[in-house]
T-cell receptor, first 113, second 112 residues
Framework: EAQVTQNPRYLITVTGKKLTVTCSQNMNHEYMSWYRQDPGLGLRQIYYSMNVEVTDKGDVPEGYKVSRKEKRNFPLILESPSPNQTSLYFC????????????FGPGTRLTVT | EDQVTQSPEALRLQEGESSSLNCSYTVSGLRGLFWYRQDPGKGPEFLFT???AGEEKEKERLKATLTKKESFLHITAPKPEDSATYLC?????????????FGKGTKLSVKP
């Protein structure tokens, strides 16, 4: 089954404790992206990757890091999480050629206390 | 200034009552406009892509249209299962190719 998986699905952590949210897709997609979704602010792009070893900042990259060492994986790293990073996070992937039909993961709900 | 504005924020319809959702956008050049559906607690699900003014796409009870300044998602004879949040997103030629800008969405409720 074609899918984007994220782990963990739920995470409660404390300020400053480094964490990684993993994202993996099994569709051989070149493009992957991370978003955060907050009430009243909608879905905002954090980082995206057009292909392996190619990453770019989205609209809200501060406080986040990403890497794309393999085509299927695109982890999101919070080196020193803060309470304002409490949010619902989505990973997505798509082919580059043709339409940008993005497949989204199920989401990771992160709470930073 | 928002580049993508969706209206209304929320819409309540009776089953069978047709209506339209609006997505207005401001970009230097439209590379593409996308509609997604999002159910509570789930990731968005792709519906349509539109590229140029005058283009239309249909899927079951949904029809998306595009002008130079806005897009409409028309819902004909909606059913309760159409209840969801509908998101619009644009890709701007003036921005990076991979950068997508989403609107805040329209929450649709269809009552039986």
């Amino acid at each position: 089954e074609a899918q984007v998986t994220q782990n963990p699905r739920y995470l409660i952590t404390v300020t400053g404790k480094k964490l990684t949210v993993t994202c993996s897709q099994n569709m051989n997609h070149e493009y992957m992206s991370w978003y955060r979704q907050d009430p009243g602010l909608g879905l905002r792009q954090i980082y995206y990757s057009m292909n392996v070893e190619v990453t770019d900042k989205g609209d809200v990259p501060e406080g986040y890091k990403v890497s794309r060492k393999e085509k299927r994986n695109f982890p999101l790293i919070l080196e020193s999480p803060s309470p304002n990073q409490t949010s619902l996070y989505f990973c997505a992937s798509s082919t580059i050629a043709g339409v940008y039909e993005q497949y989204f993961g199920p989401g990771t709900r992160l709470t930073v206390t | 200034e928002d580049q993508v504005t969706q209206s209304p924020e929320a819409l309540r319809l009776q089953e069978g009552e047709s209506s339209s959702l609006n997505c207005s956008y401001t970009v230097s050049g439209l590379r593409g406009l996308f509609w997604y559906r999002q159910d509570p607690g789930k990731g968005p699900e792709f519906l349509f892509t539109l590229y140029s003014a005058g283009e239309e796409k249909e899927k079951e009870r949904l029809k998306a249209t595009l002008t130079k300044k806005e897009s409409f998602l028309h819902i004909t004879a909606p059913k309760p299962e159409d209840s969801a949040t509908y998101l619009c997103a644009v890709q701007d030629y003036g921005g990076s190719q991979g950068n997508l800008i989403f609107g805040k969405g329209t929450k649709l409720s269809v009552k039986p």
